[in-house]
T-cell receptor, first 116, second 113 residues
Framework: NAGVMQNPRHLVRRRGQEARLRCSPM?????VYWYRQLPEEGLKFMVY????????ESGMPKERFSAEFPKEGPSILRIQQVVRGDSAAYFC??????????????FGEGSWLTVV | QKEVEQNSGPLSVPEGAIASLNCTYS??????FFWYRQYSGKSPELIMS????GDKEDGRFTAQLNKASQYVSLLIRDSQPSDSATYLC?????????????FGSGTRLSIRP
């Protein structure tokens, strides 16, 4: 009974490179959320996706960041031309249906991005 | 005003005592409230969810919600050293049709032996 699976767990990128973070939701879950956590700070909402749909991307930076959740395969958070300020833990969470129905979200183990 | 506010701590509590963690939120219409625990370097894990005014108990944990005061708290009875962690309060605001969950910055709790 696998939980939310994220990979890679740790990623090091040089400034200007691209980072791709992947998230497979729990079995039976069709909703995915991405959060970012800077060192010593709280979780900041980035984006909420359903299969093939971005529902809310109000927390995503306007440039360099994108997310997708294709019909087949994991959700991908993509960061282009990374800068040092992108260094953070990126957490994915999933839920079986819309949060408005009262469901809880469950977090993956996180992907720690370090930009050097 | 932050959407979800918590005292950052650290809050130091002796082992065996009651730890009380507090959280206020700005959206009066919020309906869903959660407490997550996060150990250093780990992901958040759900401790409690609460949706209606009053108390909800689960083992050593009690969540308290007061919607009129826009206040939610978490009590931990018989505190153990393993309870030392950061506790995150989370709320689903009503302004978001997408039902995203907003987190506070967390309160660091330290249980001293």
């Amino acid at each position: 009974n696998a939980g939310v699976m994220q990979n890679p767990r740790h990623l090091v990128r040089r400034r200007g490179q691209e980072a791709r973070l992947r998230c497979s939701p729990m079995k039976g879950h069709s909703h995915v959320y991405w959060y970012r956590q800077l060192p010593e700070e709280g979780l900041k909402f980035m984006v909420y996706l359903q299969k093939e749909n971005i529902i809310d991307e109000s927390g995503m930076p306007k440039e360099r960041f994108s997310a997708e959740f294709p019909k087949e395969g994991p959700s991908i958070l993509r960061i282009q031309q990374v800068v040092r300020g992108d260094s953070a833990a990126y957490f994915c969470a999933s839920s079986p249906r819309s949060r408005s129905s009262g469901n809880t979200i469950y977090f993956g183990e996180g992907s720690w991005l370090t930009v050097v | 005003q932050k959407e979800v506010e918590q005292n950052s701590g650290p809050l130091s509590v002796p082992e065996g005592a009651i730890a009380s963690l507090n959280c206020t939120y700005s959206d009066r219409g919020s309906q869903s409230f959660f407490w997550y625990r996060q150990y250093s370097g780990k992901s958040p894990e759900l401790i409690m969810s609460i949706y209606s005014n009053g108390d909800k108990e689960d083992g050593r944990f009690t969540a308290q919600l007061n919607k009129a005061s826009q206040y939610v708290s978490l009590l931990i009875r018989d505190s153990q050293p393993s309870d030392s962690a950061t506790y995150l309060c989370a709320v689903t605001p009503t302004y978001s049709s997408a039902s995203k969950i907003i987190f506070g910055s967390g309160t660091r709790l330290s249980i001293r032996p």
